[in-house]
């Protein structure tokens, strides 16, 4: 399998630029980062920072299920 030199992502990049053109070159990046992020997590499993782990829901569930019956 070759390797993609310097010169091959130039090439790509200026192609890209001419596709899409420099104004939506930053939206189209971005989105496309944020898609790669949310693959790489649903394969590996991780979670996004924000979300909580299944078992911290169920213990604050259960803490606020014997707080309203005392």
Do not use: C
């Not at 990046?29 to 499993?45: D, M, Q």
């Not at 169920?58 to 707080?67: C, E, K, Y």
């Amino acid at each position: 399998m070759p390797n993609i030199g310097p010169l091959e992502v130039v090439i790509v990049l200026a192609i890209l630029v001419l596709i899409v053109g420099t104004a939506r070159l930053s939206p189209f990046a971005k989105s496309l980062g944020s898609g790669i992020r949310e693959f790489k997590g649903a394969v590996t499993g991780h979670r996004q920072v924000g979300e909580e782990a299944p078992s911290a829901e169920r213990q604050r569930a259960a803490t606020d299920r014997s707080d309203q019956s005392a």
